[in-house]
């Protein structure tokens, strides 16, 4: 089996050991990390995303997919870095502010970066400010709001209002997601898009991005 597809399958069923130890066997041996990166890392990841969106991988099994991506995305970071490889756009995204609950934030987080993006992960219980400053200071692209309970869910009005405020809402997308929150109330607030669920917040991502 060829070393891209022993990473792929590695990162599919979750062994990050072995992603580890292929990826830099990998590195070593001189194959390219963009290489790596576009034929292995996120192939593998698409691939993930499609086995839960058929019903065949759970959170869990999602979680662990995107862990081991992640291991060999840290081996590829300084290359990428070196050579200027641009990410497919800048998210900044977290759990809006009186909202604790990170699980959902860092799966999407992580699928988001295995599919190319870069992450300015805010945290938990981040004020609309923070939204904002990371607008002004980090050129994100797209705002990612997570919230999981519904008397937090009205903080994503508060951090759409704040970008309005601040005359940078029209320079971002905005996509919300969290189990109180629906199509309907994204429409309702203003927001871009909404995903139910990790692998549809990548698909989401990309089409908002792809649109403007």
Known sequence: METL?????????????????????????GMKATTILYDGLIPAMAEVGRLYEEGEYF????????????????????????????????????????????????????????????????GVNAEPQKFVDAVQQQQVNVVAMSALLTTTMTRMKDT?????????????????GGAPITQAYADEIGADGYAPDASQAVNLTKRLLAAS
């Open 160 to 176: 759409i209002t704040a970008l309005d405020a601040a005359g940078v809402r029209g320079k971002v997308k905005v996509i919300i």
């Open 5 to 29: 597809e022993i990473i792929r399958k590695a990162i599919i069923e979750g062994q990050a050991k072995e992603v580890e130890q292929h990826v830099q066997a990998a590195l070593d041996s």
């Open 59 to 122: 959170v869990p099994e999602m979680l662990i997919a995107a862990r081991a991506m992640k291991t060999g995305l840290g081996l590829l970071k300084p290359f990428l870095v070196e050579g200027n490889v641009q990410p497919l756009g800048k998210v900044a995204i977290a759990t809006v502010q009186g909202d604790l609950h990170d699980i959902g934030k860092n799966l999407v987080s992580l699928m988001l970066e295995g599919a190319g993006f870069e992450i300015v992960d805010l």
